[in-house]
Each structure stands twice: as structure tokens, then as C-alpha cells.
């Protein structure tokens, strides 16, 4: 009965101990490693899609033809007819792959301006939260950035333009929306699509793992909020 008492007495001090040490953890720290978590993110998401075969290879945020076009596109490609939609979708994701390299000192700079408040309710949030607020934070600036860089690479292509007069006529009856009718836009938001994705997955493994952050001090918060 003693050991017994003993062993849920050392259980009652060790939650105590744990709550404490979050509790007792300062703003400035919890914000630190938060940002730190997110620069590793950030980092490793940009370096992974903006290389060769980054969207291209990974299944995760591969950019096909949107809509029904998409479905077409899979079963003529299952028949052996697709060639030309093969062209047209590693085009696609040669462009997403040519503009994330762009994202990395945007996303920084975001990073870097996140207030305490921010920090707080991102912290006590699901496992995609700071994703979340770095999506909502810096999409728009993302989305002025890219769209040049994928026009061009796209039109250098010399399949951007049969896309656009065929995905117009298909946004007239409704194959697709008409938001994905220009190549462009469309691109532009499958790669910031990927983007948030890689950098989602990132944010989740840490907060599971948290020795696989980089920093002694996202470490520690991450730890704490196991």
C-alpha cells in the first residue's frame, strides 16, 4: 500500500513539476521557440520544393489538371494517350518548383513580426496553427511574388497557351472552375498550396517530436506542451 501511495504521490509532484515548468515559461521564450519551429519549417519546406522534382515527385503536392479535367487527364494518361498532359503537368510543376525559392525571406520577415498574442493562441492550437497564421499572414504578397515568375515559366513552355484556350472553353460548362481557367493562377495556388502543406507537416512532426527541432529553445516549449 506504501508503494502504491508512494508511486501515485511521485505521478501527483511529476504533473505538477510539468505544469510549473510551462507555466513558469516566459513570453519571450514560448514566442522564440515557436518562431524558431517555424523558421526550421519554413526552411526545410523551401528547400525541399524548390529543387528539381520537389512538386513533381511528391504525391503530396503534385499539381495535376484541376477538376474534371484532372480525371480525364488520369485516364488518358492509364489508356497511354497522355503525353501531352504529361508535358503540360511537369511544366506546371517545373513553374511551382522555379518560384518557392522566392517564399523563404517573405515567410521570414512574417515570422519575425508575429506578435506575443499571436504566439499564445498559436501555441494552444491544433498542430497546423502556425501554418495556419502564416497562410493567412503572407498568402496574398506570396501570390504577387510567384505569379510573375510562373507566367514566365510557363510561357517559356509553349503549352501555357493551349491550356488557357481550352481551360476557358471548359470553365464555360462548368469542367472546372473558373479560377483555374488561367494557368497562371492556377499554378500559383498549387504551389502555395504545397507550400503550406510541406511546412504543415513540418509544424506536426515537431510538435510530436519535439528533438527534432533545431533549436534548444523549441525544444523546451515544444516539450512542455506534450
Do not use: W
Not at 521557440?33 to 517555424?38: P, Q
Not at 503540360?88 to 517564399?103: H, K, Q, Y
Amino acid at each position: 500500500m506504501r508503494v502504491y501511495f508512494a508511486g501515485l504521490m511521485g505521478l501527483l509532484f511529476a504533473a505538477q513539476a510539468c505544469a510549473f515548468s510551462l507555466n513558469d515559461l516566459s513570453q519571450n521564450q514560448a514566442g522564440d521557440g515557436l518562431k524558431a519551429m517555424l523558421e526550421q519549417s519554413t526552411r526545410l519546406a523551401v528547400e525541399q520544393l524548390g529543387q528539381p522534382g520537389g512538386f513533381n515527385k511528391n504525391p503530396d503536392v503534385h499539381i495535376e489538371l484541376p477538376g474534371n479535367l484532372g480525371k480525364a487527364a488520369r485516364a488518358m494518361k492509364m489508356l497511354g494517350q497522355g503525353k501531352q498532359v504529361k508535358a503540360l503537368e511537369d511544366s506546371m510543376n517545373r513553374a511551382a518548383e522555379a518560384a518557392i525559392p522566392e517564399a523563404q525571406a517573405l515567410l521570414l520577415d512574417a515570422i519575425k513580426n508575429m506578435t506575443i498574442s499571436d504566439a499564445k493562441s498559436i501555441l494552444n492550437g491544433p498542430n497546423n496553427s502556425a501554418t495556419t497564421y502564416l497562410d493567412r499572414s503572407s498568402r496574398e504578397q506570396l501570390r504577387s511574388r510567384f505569379l510573375p515568375l510562373v507566367a514566365q515559366a510557363t510561357q517559356s513552355s509553349g503549352l501555357a497557351q493551349k491550356y488557357n484556350n481550352f481551360a476557358g472553353q471548359a470553365a464555360n460548362y462548368g469542367v472546372i472552375e473558373s479560377k483555374d481557367a488561367s494557368i497562371e493562377n492556377y499554378v500559383t495556388e498549387q504551389a502555395l498550396d504545397g507550400l503550406f502543406t510541406i511546412i504543415g507537416q513540418q509544424e506536426a512532426s515537431i510538435r510530436q517530436n519535439p528533438a527534432q527541432a533545431a533549436t534548444d529553445i523549441a525544444k523546451k516549449v515544444f516539450g512542455l506542451m506534450r
